[in-house]
Every structure is written in structure tokens, then in C-alpha cells.
């Protein structure tokens, strides 16, 4: 947190960034305003502690693992740098991933949905928190398959049943991408539900292939 908030203004200029491909932003017809007087400082702060906690992720899950690994057999606890990198960059490639393709749409289109008919002063908490807050989700969805991988290992899921669960998958996924893009245009809403239905397609993959094997199974293969 303290070094994220030494770069707070690079920080809030980089969350303004998707309103840029608003026209009307372009033309001075819409604002970023602040209404508290604390208000600057309370953003400050906001952003120093998303920033902060997204550079210490993979601190936190070292953490995590290294609670979980005493109860975990030799062979599994191998994986524990590949399941840290795995949680940095599935993280890191969500919120690429909402930042440079779904955003820039979005927020034009919500920004022009009168035409200008309205002028616009934006509440500029109120906007980065709307931001941050769908960066965090697109962040958190592109989890899955490393979910998948951790629930098939201590047994709450496996492959078949997430093969067999595709149709409920498919349905929930185009909820969840209505509801993340405002907009009523099928383009916005398939660009979030494509990637996300991908990764649950991804996360079967992994499952089967980090799947327990029986003993039984095992001795037959083992030569």
C-alpha cells in the first residue's frame, strides 16, 4: 500500500484511460468531479490498498500454500510453485483482459447511452469503484481453472462431472455476462461469456489431467 500510493495520480489516470474512447469525454461534455471534501484523499487511499493487495497476492497465496502443504503428500507439495504462479497469472491476465478489450466498450457506451441529450459529471469514487470492482470480478473468473485443478485434488470435483455439468455451466456463464456487461448489445455480453466458457472448457482439461488416480488404476499402469 505505501507504494502504491506513492503513484496514486498514475493510478487514477490509468482507471481513466477507458473513458478516453468516450466521444463525448473527448469533447469536455462529461466530467470526473468529487463531492466530499475528503473525497481525493479517501481515493487515495481506495486505490493504494486494491494496488497494494494486488502486488502482494502472491504473498498471500505463498502463505496460504505453506499452511496447506504440511497436510499434503511429497509428490503434491511440488506444485506449489507452479499453483503461485498459476493464481499471479490467471489474475493478472483477467484483469488485462477486462481492462483492454470489455471496458473500453462498455463505458462508452453507458457514458453516450442519451446521445449528450444529459451532461454528465461523473462522481469520480463512485466510477473507480465501479471499475475496480469489475477488474476484481474479471480477475477472480479467470481463477477457474485453477479452482478446477485444487477442488479435482482433494476430491470435490472431477473431469466427468464437470463434462457432464456443461449445459448448467453454459447458462450460468451467460447469466453472470449479462450482468457484467450493462449493455444490451450481444457483441459486449458474448465477449465476456466466449473467454469465460473457454476457461471451463480449460478447467475439465486440467481436471482430467491432475486427476487422483485410484491405487488400483495406478498399479495397472505403473509398468
Sequence with gaps: MVVAFQYRVQLIELIKVPLTYSELYRAGKVELVTLRLAGQLLISFSLAFWAGLALALPFIVWQIWGFIAPGLYPHERRWGLPFILGVGFSFAGGVLFGYKLVLPTMIPFLIEFLAGTVTQMQDLQEYIGTVTTFLIAFGVAFELPILAIVL????????????????????????????????????????????????????????????????????????
Excluded: C
Design 152 to 223: 479435482t485434488r482433494i476430491g470435490i470435483v472431477n473431469h466427468t462431472m464437470l463434462r457432464k455439468g456443461w449445459r448448467i455451466a453454459l447458462v450460468a456463464i451467460m447469466v453472470a455476462a449479462a450482468v457484467i456487461t450493462p449493455t444490451p448489445d450481444p457483441g459486449n455480453m458474448l465477449l465476456v461469456a466466449v473467454p469465460l466458457y473457454v476457461l471451463y472448457e480449460l478447467s475439465v482439461i486440467l481436471s482430467r489431467v491432475f486427476r487422483v488416480i485410484p491405487a488400483a488404476e495406478q498399479a495397472i499402469l505403473e509398468p
